[in-house]
């Protein structure tokens, strides 16, 4: 059996954010000790690093339910899953996207600067005023 910190430790996952997919249904409600410490088995320890590792591939807690769910009917088409994975790699695709304009507006804003008085700032002048962009980079950072 392993403690919640041996969990952490093993998995690179905080203490808290375990704590926390228990509350949200991602992780089962561990057994506990005669003191009252969780206890977890190995089928928690995969069951956390499938978490840990769709979390770090950007899926959404929404769709890593789904595919906890897909991934315990082991005869069932993996198409559902497929389709998960496609929807969260075009959100990436639009992700970068945005993030390349953001990039060349920063770059521009920064190659126009000259260097001059504040007044005169050019990059502070299309900060002021957003027509002046010459990308769509409405959505970052939003």
Do not use: W
């Amino acid at each position: 059996m392993l403690s919640i910190g041996t969990m952490s430790r093993r998995t690179g996952t905080n203490v808290q954010t375990i704590r926390y997919y228990e509350e949200i249904g991602l992780m089962p409600e561990p057994g506990r000790s005669t003191g009252g410490q969780r206890r977890y088995d190995e089928s928690d320890l995969n069951r956390l690093s499938f978490i840990r590792h769709s979390r770090q591939l950007g899926f959404p807690l929404d769709a890593i339910r789904e595919l906890l769910a897909l991934s315990d009917g082991p005869d069932q088409s993996c198409e559902e899953v497929d389709a998960i994975a496609t929807r969260q790699l075009k959100q990436v695709e639009q992700r970068i996207e945005r993030l390349v304009a953001l990039r060349t507006e920063l770059e521009r804003m920064t190659r126009e600067c000259s260097g001059g008085n504040i007044t005169e700032c050019r990059i502070l002048g299309v900060l002021r005023n957003h027509s002046e962009c010459l990308t769509n980079h409405d959505e970052i950072g939003a």
